[in-house]
């Protein structure tokens, strides 16, 4: 769970659910992998949090204006998670801690807020521990099934990334075709 946040095409998706599956097994005990997941997401969230405290606002705008576009970022997007920081406050931690693919990066503008470490780590914790305590418990369900969740979940995310690369890739070409 910790590179899960600290290299988000990693998903936890599948990662805390296999847990929940080994616990039926009797290999794991499901208080240990909630927590264990827990922490380690906390502590992924980190690095994320320092970038946007550490680096600033300017900085990183700078950078994403120059090289964001790989990654279909602008200054926008900053402007856009300080608004949601400003109108929901510190709550935007936590929900977003639940939220896959905003989980990772939500730490980077409480960094650039200076959210305070401790209450951010509180509501980092808080949504981690119902996100992992959710996918766990899932995986947990499923038991012996576990395996028919590839028959299902594997065309999907064929079906997702390719969607994605797609995206990125039309994303680049509309950029290079306005600056040009």
Do not use: C
């Not at 980190?46 to 970038?51: G, H, R, S, T, V």
């Not at 369900?141 to 299902?152: H, P």
């Not at 594997?154 to 994303?171: A, D, E, F, H």
């Amino acid at each position: 769970m910790f590179l899960e946040n600290v290299f988000p095409p990693i998903p936890s998706e599948l990662i805390m659910p296999l847990a929940g599956f080994t616990v039926t097994q009797g290999k794991l005990n499901m208080q240990f992998v909630i927590l264990a997941g827990t922490l380690g997401s906390v502590l992924g969230a980190l690095p994320w949090y320092y970038l946007g405290k550490i680096v600033g606002e300017r900085r990183l705008r700078k950078w994403i204006d120059k090289h964001g576009k790989w990654l279909t970022l602008s200054g926008k997007d900053i402007d856009k998670s300080k608004r949601w920081l400003d109108k929901y406050g510190k709550a935007t931690v936590f929900f977003g801690r639940l939220i896959p693919g905003i989980r990772t990066y939500i730490s980077v503008p409480a960094g650039l807020d200076k959210m305070p470490l401790i209450p951010f780590l509180l509501y980092s914790f808080a949504g981690s521990l119902i996100w992992t305590a959710i996918l766990a418990y899932a995986g947990f369900l499923l038991g012996d099934n576990f395996q028919q969740v590839e028959k299902y979940v594997g065309p999907i995310s064929v079906i997702v990334i390719t969607s994605i690369v797609i995206y990125l890739i039309i994303s680049i070409i509309r950029r290079k075709s306005r600056q040009n």
